[in-house]
């Protein structure tokens, strides 16, 4: 089983910057595709941002530029830089792992808030 932790939301105002992070419990870490999703109140829970083991990034048109996914594999960490956040990018955001296999496993969430 691996277990994902979130951390770094929090409220700011509208053209602030949050950095969340989500460490992995597992090695397998390294050759797992990591994204970042989000879920606002009555919406559907949406991609945010990827990145494969090959670092290969993909990102959902409401956050290019201004959205940047990383990783450090020696830390079995994913990052997610925000900037420029908008009222709009409220939501909780969820870390996700999915394997080679295509096994998905899911974080807690982390509530991010963006005021007006």
């Known amino acids: 089983q691996v277990q994902l932790v979130e951390s770094g939301g929090g409220l700011v105002q509208a053209g602030e910057s949050l950095r969340l992070s989500c460490v992995a419990s597992?090695?397998?870490?390294?050759?797992?595709?990591m994204g970042w999703y989000r879920q606002a109140p009555g919406k559907q829970r949406e991609l945010v941002a990827a990145i494969t083991r090959g670092e290969r990034t993909t990102y959902a048109d409401s956050v290019k530029g201004r959205f940047t996914i990383s990783r450090d594999n020696a830390k079995n960490t994913v990052y997610l830089q925000m900037n420029s956040l908008k009222p709009e990018d409220t939501a909780v955001y969820y870390c996700n792992l999915q394997t080679i296999m295509r096994n998905d496993y899911w974080g807690q969430g982390t509530q991010v808030t963006v005021s007006s």
């Open positions: 597992k090695s397998i870490f390294s050759i797992s595709t």
